[in-house]
């Protein structure tokens, strides 16, 4: 079998990994992939290295008729039986050009985030025709692409996977040097893009309450994006200098998720299936984490981890609290919240679950 996947992304975020994660495991499995991606984007670089077959295609946008023509060259020029679409503006390209170069490869288009396609008439528009399967990484996006108006039929389920030898043997020791954080202190971690949906003000805002029951405690928000100079701004007047540190945006995630004692996820919406929540119980850490989107499918309330209110700082202060407090029962979760990961977020499953969609597509024609 024959894939070509399209991601039009210019950062490096978990859908971009998964692309990545998919191409190494269809080639292993003995298909063939190749990647199109912007040029010199970190998922380019990472193509590259991981020896994928890429191409590198400036894609300005949706509406590119430049790039949609490269790509219906590329597909006359190759006779590939699935295009699989990973982001929205990848979607449109990716349908069109299938169109104009006449290819009768089956088109698949990914979902990993649960807003509303409604939002925009066009983008509602481009849901409905053209895509002979979709794949949703939750059952939280299913739900909500049905409610928009795309036939259950043409929605298939594949959770996110995770490496786990990328995490075999990784340490972030190096962290508590470079900042300055004693061995006996207890590390809060969130790992995200710096987003409204993300929820960073909510967790900001349950800081002060955690540190007047624990003062030895240090939060550390790990990524960058739009709301950078408002979320430092809220810390500041919140006097959280010494409590919360932001890194920016670090290559180094692995160590940092070694580095830290708790991970904490605030998202209030746009969550599929939560990369860096997996990979943080694939290190063994113990979770405290909001009820939105797909992460209900991942974490099983005091059993796994610890599920909280969205947008609600005092529930997610009262949860960091309960981990900290009950060190034991913290344990068991992080031992079960691996064994959750081994189980049923493997890449393994879910480049053979992928595979699956294929190849019932496939026999469809």
């Not at 790039?67 to 449109?92: E, P």
């Not at 981990?323 to 344990?331: S, V």
Request: proline fraction near 2%.
């Amino acid at each position: 079998m024959k894939t070509l996947h399209i991601n039009t992304e210019r950062t490096w975020r978990g859908g971009e990994q998964q692309t990545v994660f998919l191409a190494k495991g269809l080639m292993k499995l003995g298909h063939k992939a190749a990647i199109v991606c912007q040029p010199a984007s970190p998922l380019a670089l990472k193509a590259k290295e991981e020896q994928i077959e890429t191409y590198e295609l400036k894609m300005r946008g949706e509406a590119d008729v430049i790039a949609i023509l490269k790509l219906a060259f590329l597909l006359k020029q190759n006779d590939y039986d699935v295009v699989h679409m990973h982001t929205s503006h990848a979607h449109t390209l990716g349908v069109l050009a299938v169109l104009f170069s006449g290819a009768k490869a089956k088109k698949v288009v990914s979902r990993r985030v649960d807003f509303s396609i409604r939002k925009h008439y066009t983008s509602h528009l481009k849901y409905l025709w053209g895509v002979d399967k979709y794949i949703a990484v939750s059952e939280a996006i299913k739900d909500v692409l049905i409610k928009d108006g795309i036939p259950s039929e043409k929605i298939a389920v594949v959770h996110s996977g995770v490496d786990l030898s990328r995490f075999n043997g990784t340490s972030g020791d190096y962290l508590r040097r470079e900042f300055d954080v004693n061995s006996s202190t207890f590390v809060v971690g969130n790992v995200a893009h710096l987003a409204d949906h993300k929820g960073h003000e909510y967790l900001i805002k349950a800081i002060p309450m955690v540190v007047r029951e624990f003062p030895d405690v240090k939060f550390f928000i790990v990524g960058d994006g739009e709301l950078r100079s408002h979320l430092h701004g809220l810390a500041n007047k919140l006097n959280l200098d010494d409590r919360l540190i932001f890194t920016g945006f670090r290559k180094d995630i692995p160590q940092f998720l070694d580095f830290f004692d708790l991970f904490v996820l605030a998202s209030h919406s746009g969550e599929g299936i939560c990369n860096a929540v997996l990979e943080a119980m694939a290190m063994g850490k113990p979770i405290v984490a909001t009820a939105a989107g797909g992460t209900p499918e991942i974490i099983e309330d005091g059993v796994n981890g610890i599920l909280v209110s969205a947008r609600n700082p005092e529930s997610l202060a009262k949860g960091i609290i309960s981990i900290i407090h009950h060190r034991n029962i913290a344990k068991k979760l992080a031992e079960n919240g691996r064994q959750t990961v081994e189980t049923r977020f493997s890449v393994e499953k879910m480049v053979c679950k992928t595979v699956d969609v294929y190849m019932e597509l496939m026999l469809d024609k």
